[in-house]
């Protein structure tokens, strides 16, 4: 069992949760984006070594997590489809990227900085992405997201890509009807199922 700290982007900064992360001894979880949303006093690679100096002491492997802003968005706390760069780290840091694409994200900073499973050192300098790749990394609209959903009203159509329209779908009505049964002779007794019923079913 293990208890850590994050600094967030809006309540507590690095700066003011090292003093208590080294007083008890309590791991720091460097978010580099959320330092960028809510900043210390001064850049955070001067607090690198004493972040790194608390993991050493507990005797475990160091972790960090790496975010870059999406372009463009009002919010700069939202995250990018994909992350550009790599923060200057060391080589036995356990980064964790924290990106829309995920994998896809992985996979492209692999190949931006040359990186594969037998690298032994981590890649040093930011390479910029060949504008014949800057496609790559554009962000993907939210409306290609997802699930497909209908969410036109019933009856209306909705306008294809090319030119055709397309009908919202139809809902189908299922009938339960009634069945009575007679048991006995003569006057003997009806039992009667319960009354017809109509239930309204989307169309598969």
Excluded: F
């Amino acid at each position: 069992d293990r208890l850590v700290l994050e600094n967030d982007e809006v309540s507590y900064n690095v700066e003011e949760l090292l003093p208590v992360c080294t007083k008890l001894s309590i791991p720091l979880v460097l978010d580099w984006h959320h330092d960028k949303c809510y900043p210390s006093s001064k850049p955070v690679q001067e607090y690198l070594e004493q972040i790194d100096s608390i993991w050493k002491q507990r005797g475990i492997r160091p972790k960090q997590h790496y975010s870059e802003s999406a372009p463009g968005h009002p919010n700069v706390r939202a995250h990018s489809d994909y992350v550009r760069r790599l923060p200057p780290c060391a080589p036995d840091m356990d980064l964790m990227l924290e990106a829309k694409m995920k994998e896809q994200t992985v996979l492209k900073l692999s190949q931006l900085y040359g990186i594969s499973p037998d690298t032994a050192t981590y890649p040093s300098g930011h390479p910029e992405v060949p504008p014949e790749d800057e496609h790559l990394y554009s962000e993907v609209p939210m409306e290609g997201r997802g699930r497909k959903k209908h969410t036109w009203a019933k009856g209306a159509k909705k306008e294809k890509g090319d030119g055709e329209e397309e009908e919202a779908p139809k809902k189908r009505k299922s009938v339960r009807k009634t069945v009575r049964v007679t048991k006995g002779k003569g006057k003997g007794k009806e039992k009667e199922e319960p009354a017809e019923s109509t239930t309204q079913e989307a169309a598969a």
